[in-house]
């Protein structure tokens, strides 16, 4: 229970406290003079240089200066009236803002999140106002005010209450917190003596307040918050401000939010020589560093100090179920080279990996922290989960490699905790791993920003105890980085290991949300992915080219905005931002082909991908065939005539698989050319769901129930049948009141992938849209293609466990089999799956209604696609998902041959680019199978030129031999960086491997 939950719980249960409590508050703060305001109101916000101080207008108390989202600067002048000693200025808005000095300079900041983590403040709804130069007796800042919603809701207006002077009674001020703090133990312990003992304290303290008695007040109590703590458990409290980078608001508000936040975390480091504050997100930083350097020098100055802890080593706090694995690598490589430049700070350091609000972690993460520096994983979503309550708190995480790290959940389940009695019982009741006698306390208001506010600092204050002696009825607690808890931590014994992904029990939604953010990132990933091997490719330097691009598609990837749970404009802004990057992305790559050496005009296919290709090509009216190796260019040939396609009013062949329709289009059989049956109860059934509103989580979850729910098979408003040269393509139309598709079925010579060419208007509110396919071969597991790798999930219902995983998200591919065959998924843009009893199940598209309700309304355009594959034949299923999402590029480029290549079909060549730093080449590998390997990796590469590595003793062709070198994610050495014997690569399953290579000079 949250500190705002008590308080209006407090006021519901026991309104005489509630009104004691507002009681002491009116005697802590007196007005002594009343300040003017004007005001400059805005829609979006002004900086501060371009203000026009003469277009300031009156502003009178209790006014509503603007709605959701809307801006203000408020000017505030006055005088400090004679004798007064020790004036405090007060401010009261509805809203946040950040105070500002006459001559530019930041002050402090006042907020009322969207949290009631701020009630009850000893000021009510007026902030001390800190920093303000009242000196010369006359009074002057500014403060640049927005409002961003109550709660959840984009309702409501901001208001200005009014600013004044007022004189501060430290006793009345003292006397309110020592109070609340000890109401909040009396009602929160499970021990009844020391229940009864603080309720006759708080009714003596009551009693002398009331004949105003201050002094004896606080003496009634003094001996209660003296008491140390009996407890043998300790928490290592870290403040912190959670600030997502989008979300309810937009990402304009977020910057300005990150002020705010640092600002107010300066100050009370300045006022507090032990508090010790926590941030994570090396974006939000690298904004102070560009709009607010002076406070960007107080935020090095304390970090050099020890005084702020930064607690993550990724560039945001990013989704990790949707970003491709080498998007997780740029988040670890993009983030933790900012913290080291800017900030010097050390590999051990950067040993934490801080997620506390991701929805869910994929299987390969522990590999991915591991390789990029990162021991530690902290996060407390799993809480969350609505079915099975996760068993473990303290814990040992292994991924599908086998690599581990070390997860702490701070075991109340919040990262933006009150601090209060309640949130520490709470935490040890809810903790199973309690015998290990620590935890982690993460408290400030957060999700909005703000961090730890007066009460934050004042709970805990009389928390700590004398001499960090602790308080009665508590466990102890001290002030301490999340490093150093994760230090004292390892050095214990951790009795448990939880092998595979940290599946989320809520939330499954975010797998679908939001198409076009999907659609887009799976897009821009994969031309970052062309112009890098292709920069390599003509000699070119990419990285000053795409530094900025890799850092917005890595904001983009944060857990609010690419799973869809923002509002409207993050959403628009996000797609502008992609088509954006996208468009500069194919200038680049043209460019680069340009530079590279050109034919006499014929055509050519160039692949960038690790798989050999042989496929047919469309060229204006023309088909072509390319057979051309991995990371290779090859002449286009005409294709040949194919004899085998053939079409009926219900079927489609190509002589390798056939396949009949049923009256609304639905694939009733699919058979091979050995006539085995792969559709037993249909396959791609079109299929609308009900999708009920989901309170308050409209947009991130589904209700798992759906499937009991009728649903509504789209019926077929029009089909025709044609051969455009080696395919065979049926055209089907569905129709409804709120929705058409339209698919091209597509059947290509030689091939037994049925692909899906797809296209949607979608205008349904609350439904769900879903592709779904009952193969006949289907076994007791699907794998599901996750980074770098798979993972292998049930397709029954058991139990509860079972049950709850009723979504869940795979990248390019799902498949199952059983010991006769087996029947893939494959997807261009799309990341939901329904994978159980029978059922393959890919979710197209949602109509959520908050807090976007035009939410995925629109067109739609994507490739879906299934094959089916010999049992124990997984590399087919991942070579077509390749297949799938990386068309080749027709160029007239010279043919050339492979620049990189492997052996072995299962290991992957995910990337090449050039190397952070000098002049080498970076290759990125995996092994996608799950099996143990050893492959041999030729490289033919413009500066690193060669057929095959030599072993490191052979340097008989100096003009032809490269050194090669194993390195961690971050493009560091393994272990002694010996060179790595290219012939011989070994790899354990699902390993990812990073070759640095350089000619040897």
Not at 551 to 576: C, K, M, T, Y
Request: net charge negative; with cysteine; proline share 5%.
């Amino acid at each position: 229970m949250g500190f705002g939950d008590f308080l209006f719980g407090l006021a519901a249960r026991r309104p005489g406290e509630y009104r004691r409590l507002r009681g002491i508050r009116r005697r802590i703060y007196a007005q002594v003079a009343p300040l003017r305001a004007e005001i400059v109101r805005s829609p979006e916000p002004i900086p501060f240089a371009e203000l026009d101080r003469a277009a300031f207008e009156p502003l009178r108390p209790g006014s509503a200066w603007g709605g959701v989202f809307d801006c203000a600067w408020l000017r505030i002048t006055g005088e400090v009236p004679p004798g007064v000693v020790d004036p405090v200025v007060m401010l009261g808005i509805r809203g946040e803002g950040l105070v500002v000095s006459p001559d530019g300079d930041l002050l402090d900041s006042v907020s009322t999140v969207f949290q009631q983590g701020d009630h009850p403040h000893s000021g009510g709804r007026y902030r001390p106002v800190q920093g303000v130069e009242l000196s010369t007796g006359r009074v002057e800042f500014y403060a640049d005010v927005t409002y961003n919603g109550f709660i959840l809701y984009e309702a409501g207006r901001g208001v200005f209450h009014g600013a004044h002077l007022a004189t501060r009674d430290d006793v009345a001020y003292s006397f309110y917190y020592d109070y609340l703090t000890l109401l909040v133990l009396e009602d929160a312990t499970e021990d009844a003596a020391l229940a009864a003992e603080l309720r006759d304290d708080l009714d003596s303290a009551w009693a002398l307040f009331r004949r105003d008695d201050l002094v004896g007040a606080r003496a009634a109590l003094a001996s209660a918050l003296a008491a140390p703590s009996t407890s043998d458990f300790t928490y290592d409290a870290v403040g912190h401000g959670h600030l997502d980078m989008a979300w309810l608001w937009p990402l304009r508000e977020t910057h300005r939010k990150s002020a705010r936040t640092y600002v107010r975390a300066m100050n009370a480091l300045e006022r507090r020589p032990d508090y010790v504050y926590g941030t994570s997100q090396p974006q939000q930083m690298h904004w102070m560093q560009q709009e607010h350097p002076a406070l960007f020098e107080r935020m090095k100055s304390a970090v050099a100090d020890g005084r702020m802890e930064l607690q993550g080593s990724f560039w945001v706090e990013p989704d990790t179920n949707l970003p491709s694995g080498e998007s997780l690598v740029r988040q670890a490589l993009v983030g933790r080279a900012y913290l080291q430049e800017q900030f010097g700070l050390t590999d051990e350091q950067l040993r934490l990996c801080w997620l506390p609000d991701t929805f869910g972690y994929n299987g390969n993460l522990p590999q991915i922290l591991k390789k990029s520096g990162m021991d530690w994983f902290q996060t407390i979503k799993l809480a969350w989960n609505k079915t099975n309550d996760f068993p473990h708190r303290t814990f040992t995480w292994q991924g599908i490699d086998g690599s581990s790290v070390l997860v702490h959940m701070p075991p109340e389940g919040d990262y933006n905790s009150r601090a209060g009695a309640d949130n520490l019982l709470t935490g040890i009741a809810k903790y199973p791993e309690r015998a290990l006698e620590t935890a982690l306390l993460v408290y400030g208001s957060g999700d909005g920003g703000g961090g730890p506010n007066e009460i934050h600092h004042e709970l805990t204050d009389r928390e700590h105890g004398t001499e960090g002696q602790g308080l009665r009825g508590l466990p102890k607690l001290r002030r301490s980085t999340a490093g150093d808890f994760f230090r004292r931590l390892e050095q214990r014994e951790i009795a448990h290991t939880h092998v595979g992904e940290l599946y989320l029990e809520t939330h499954q939604g975010t797998y679908t949300t939001q198409a076009q953010i999907k659609r887009h990132n799976r897009l821009v990933e994969r031309k970052l992915h062309e112009v890098e091997a292709l920069a390599v490719l003509a000699g070119d330097d990419h990285r000053p080219v795409l530094a900025g691009h890799w850092r917005e598609v890595l904001l983009n990837q944060f857990h609010d905005i690419i799973p869809g749970s923002s509002i409207a404009r993050v959403n628009r802004e996000a797609i502008a931002t992609y088509e954006r990057i996208e468009g500069e992305l194919d200038a680049y790559a043209e460019a680069l082909v340009e530079r590279m050496p050109r034919g006499g005009g014929a055509a050519t296919a160039l692949n960038l991908t690790s798989h050999s290709r042989d496929e047919m090509v469309k060229v204006g009216d023309g088909w072509y065939r390319a057979e051309v190796g991995p990371y290779a260019a090859a002449e286009l040939k005409p294709a040949a005539a194919a004899s085998d396609l053939a079409f009926t009013d219900d079927s489609l062949g190509n002589g390798i698989v056939t396949l009949r329709f049923d009256a609304d289009g639905v694939i009733v059989s699919c058979r091979d050319r050995a006539g085995a049956e792969h559709a037993s109860a249909g396959l791609n059934r079109l299929v609308v769901h009900r999708d009920p509103y989901v309170w308050p989580f409209n947009a991130w979850d589904i209700n798992p129930d759906y499937v009991k729910k009728p649903t509504r098979v789209l019926r077929m408003a029009h089909v025709g049948t044609e051969v455009d040269g080696p395919t065979v393509v049926r055209t089907q139309e569905h129709r409804s009141k709120a929705v058409t598709v339209r698919q091209r079925i597509v059947l290509e010579a030689g091939s037994d992938v049925v692909r899906f060419e797809t296209e949607v208007d979608w205008h349904e509110k609350h439904r769900m849209l879903r592709a779904e396919f009952r193969p006949t071969h289907y076994g007791d597991t699907v794998r599901c293609e996750i980074q770098f790798g798979h993972l292998e999930r049930v397709t029954t219902e058991r139990d509860s466990v079972e049950r709850a995983q009723f979504e869940v998200c795979a990248h390019k591919w799902i498949a199952t089999e059983d010991a006769r065959g087996g029947f893939a998924l494959l997807n261009d843009a799309k990341y939901g799956h329904r994978a159980k009893n029978g059922l393959l199940s890919l979710n197209l598209l949602r109509a959520p209604t908050f807090p976007d309700k035009t939410a995925d309304r629109g067109h739609h355009r994507f490739t879906y696609a299934f094959t089916p594959f010999a049992s124990g034949d997984l590399a087919k299923v991942v070579r077509e998902g390749y297949r799938l999402n990386n068309p080749l590029r027709v160029t007239d480029v010279v043919p050339f041959g492979p620049a990189v290549s492997v052996d072995d079909p299962g290991v992957i060549i995910e990337t090449v680019k050039r190397a952070e730093h000098g002049e080498g080449v970076v290759l990125r590998l995996y092994e996608s199978l799950g099996r143990a390997t050893t492959t041999a990796l030729h490289v033919d590469l413009p500066g690193v030129s060669r057929r095959s590595a030599p072993r490191p003793a052979d340097t008989t062709d100096a003009a032809a031999s490269v050194t090669a070198i194993e390195t961690d994610l971050l493009e560091r050495p393994a272990g002694a960086a010996e060179h790595v014997d290219l012939d011989r690569l070994e790899f354990t399953p699902f390993e990812i491997k990073t070759i640095r290579l350089e000619a040897r000079r």
